[in-house]
């Protein structure tokens, strides 16, 4: 087995992990996984930076889904498939996810107990992962961790949800076959299976069908048969299968095995499933944006300040929930000045412009001294200046140098020999409308909107109409 590095900082190195876990490394992949399930903040720069790296080695292998009620033997399942997979020259991944207190947050995280014969393979990999407060009967880096698992090779992910209701649904949104999985009992178990979790599946399978049992799983059979017939395939044009099993006694399996690779043939032939990976790619986009907007507002100074206030009016029934909610977000997100029918309120701080003598001493002031980056000079002769960029995080500094006759900047480098702030330029949304807004007000304008140095209409105004500063407006 392949050892890395002890250290902290090693093991969050995503170029170290990254061929840790396409090399097969075993410690670097459970290593890999930790870092992207990791909440610190802190981290998330190195597990997105490791998932790019890994990107290029994933999207090789069956992803299949796999819901069921606590109790019909999701594990059992995983074990009996698993193994036969491995029998027939395949490696797998398991990612099993249980449920978390919604007291303590904990979870027992027992799946590893529940496949021992499984987890003693060396082809295997079995990681459980607690769900949190994610619904959809995974864990919110489930997603993750299942590249991670492509990127080292396993050619077969196995992904089984806390269990099926009505929000154990994200599963579908990131596997490629989704499996529902059925008690024996006739009508009677269907009861408890909202109508939409049909619409996923893609295959379903009775277990336990098995002793006295067997019976009863033929009539789930049927009856799941006829609820298939009420409702639209997910994947037009594809029969979803519905068969018996017994996970425990290992019968059914290899029939199971073959509709599922049936089922993921049927979508690659369709070209289903290209479009059915782009779609999972832009609900996960978009299910990332989401979790992260809630994390960030729950952790702002001022909402923070604000909730146990409110969660106790809301308690005490003075204010609804829904007002609550809003006034949260204003917290959040202050409203924006309106700026009145004529537009024009100024916006961030576009650049703040220096007058130089010399460009060349100025850029090394910058660069030397101070550390910053000063981009290369570049001359505009049709403004009569020299003009180089230090970049800062929030804003830019324009250190101008005269060039040519007449130059715009001649008579302030006259009155200040040094050098010194030229003006500062705000960034307005419509120059049209604040010009005109401007003039109605008084405040004079040094000529019309013209195109400025950087290719954008721009204006000037008086100095002696706001506190003796030059003021550029440039429009964005």
């Known amino acids: 087995m392949k050892r890395a590095g002890d250290s902290t900082s090693a093991q969050m190195d995503p170029e170290a992990l990254a061929a840790a876990v396409v090399s097969g490394d075993r410690k670097g992949l459970a290593r890999a996984i930790t870092l992207i399930e990791s909440a610190r903040p802190d981290h998330r720069p190195a597990a997105e930076s490791l998932l790019d790296r890994l990107a290029p080695d994933t999207g090789r292998a069956v992803r299949i889904g796999i819901t069921g009620a606590p109790g019909v033997g999701k594990s059992t399942l995983i074990e009996s498939l698993g193994n036969h997979l491995i029998d027939i020259g395949h490696s797998v991944a398991v990612l099993s996810v249980d449920p978390s207190s919604s007291l303590s947050g904990g979870s027992i995280l027992g799946d590893k107990t529940r496949m021992t014969k499984l987890a003693a393979r060396d082809e295997a990999f079995i990681r459980p992962s607690p769900s949190g407060s994610t619904l959809g009967g995974v864990a919110r880096r489930t997603r993750e961790a299942l590249l991670v698992c492509e990127a080292a090779g396993y050619d077969v992910v196995i992904v089984e949800t806390v269990g099926v209701g009505q929000s154990e649904t994200a599963v579908a ?120 907007l809630l994390s960030t507002l729950r952790d702002h100074p001022a909402v923070r300040s604000s909730v146990p206030g409110l969660e106790a009016v809301v308690s005490a029934g003075e204010i609804t929930p829904p007002s609550a909610a809003r006034r949260l977000l204003e917290v959040f997100l202050p409203p924006r000045k309106e700026t009145g029918p004529g537009g024009g309120s100024i916006g961030r701080l576009n650049h703040i412009a220096v007058a130089v003598p010399d460009l060349a001493t100025a850029a090394a002031l910058y660069r030397d001294l101070l550390g910053a980056d000063v981009s290369e000079p570049v001359d505009l002769p049709e403004h009569g200046v020299r003009v180089a960029f230090v970049n800062l995080p929030n804003t830019r500094v324009e250190l101008l140098e005269p060039r040519g006759e007449d130059s715009p900047i001649d008579s302030f480098l006259s009155r200040n020999s040094s050098g010194g702030i030229h003006h500062v330029c705000y960034e307005v949304e419509d120059l049209g409308a604040a010009a005109e807004r401007l003039k109605k007000t008084g405040a004079r304008l040094l000529g019309r909107p013209r195109t400025g140095a950087h290719g954008k209409p721009v204006v000037f105004l008086h100095p002696k109409d706001f506190c003796g500063t030059l003021i550029e407006l440039e429009e964005i």
């Not at 799983?217 to 609820?227: D, L, Q, T």
């Open 173 to 292: 949104e990131m596997t490629d076959v989704f499996v529902l999985m059925l008690l024996p009992g006739g009508g009677d178990e269907l009861q408890g299976v909202k109508k939409g979790i049909f619409e996923l599946v893609d295959l379903v399978l009775v277990n336990k069908d098995d002793g006295d049992l067997r019976a009863a799983a033929a009539r789930s059979v049927a009856a799941a048969r006829s609820a298939l017939t009420l409702t639209r395939p997910r994947a037009p044009g594809w029969t979803v299968p519905v068969l018996s099993c017994s996970a425990l006694e290992g019968s059914g399996i290899v029939a199971a095995w073959a509709a599922l690779l049936r089922c993921r043939e049927f979508l690659d032939e369709s070209r289903q499933l290209q479009s059915r990976r782009a779609e999972q790619a832009r609900a996960w986009m978009w299910a990332e944006a989401a979790e992260t």
